[in-house]
């Protein structure tokens, strides 16, 4: 009987990383908490750093928790690399990009927008940017954690031995070796009887003959 070994793979991502819906609950989660705390620290540094200083400290700052924090939690990647780092920060920078090309477009457009439209401009425009820095984090910069969760049944999978069917010789039975009885030859007779043969017909000769 050939027995194998069998491997469930399961559909709720063995190594820990989850779908893109729960992913972005978490994006969301944690990049809301990091804003939160950077406009909190943005109001105690504003008094005694320049505002462009405090500003530049927080961003950076922001954007090394949020990167950390995606890695570990968000898609399950563990700690984030120094490219990581760079890679999020590129995606930071092209979203700050986005929102202020939308908002110079605004301006552009309507040289007098009011509170209510501007901010409703740049909302979108972050919740697009947004959008798409998830996209990217997810696909680009932590995608590493997708391979392996992709990888790791196939390498359980090759690793698991397979037992080979141990095949039982069928028992031979051996024939005793045929002993063929010795047979002496007979005797050679011939030798011994012809003196006599040859006597007793020159008798008879002689007996005839007279």
Do not use: W
């Not at 309507?110 to 940017?129: D, K, M, R, W």
């Not at 069928?170 to 043969?197: G, K, N, Q, R």
């Amino acid at each position: 009987m050939k027995t194998t070994g069998s491997i469930e793979r399961s559909t709720d991502h063995p190594t820990g990383r989850t779908g893109p819906i729960a992913a972005f609950v978490r994006f969301v989660v944690c990049g809301g908490g990091v804003g939160l705390l950077s406009s909190a620290v943005m109001l105690l540094l504003s008094g005694p750093l320049p505002l462009v200083v405090a500003n530049a400290l927080v961003t950076v700052a922001s954007t090394l928790l949020a990167t950390e924090l995606h890695g570990r939690f968000t898609f399950r990647a563990g700690r984030a690399q120094l490219s990581d780092h760079i890679k999020s920060g590129a995606t930071a920078a092209i979203c700050y990009l986005f929102t202020t090309a939308a908002l110079l477009v605004l301006h552009a457009v309507h040289p007098n927008p009011g509170p209510l439209l501007e901010q409703s401009v740049y909302l979108s425009a972050s919740g697009l940017a947004g959008v798409g820095r998830f996209v990217a984090l997810r696909v680009i910069v932590f995608a590493k954690g997708g391979a392996k969760a992709a990888d790791a049944p196939t390498a359980i999978a090759a690793a698991t031995p397979v037992t080979a069917p141990v095949s039982t010789p069928a028992t031979t039975p051996i024939a005793a070796p045929s002993v063929a009885p010795s047979v002496a030859p007979a005797p050679a007779l011939a030798p011994a009887l012809a003196p006599a043969v040859a006597s007793a017909l020159g008798q008879g000769s002689v007996a005839v003959a007279a």
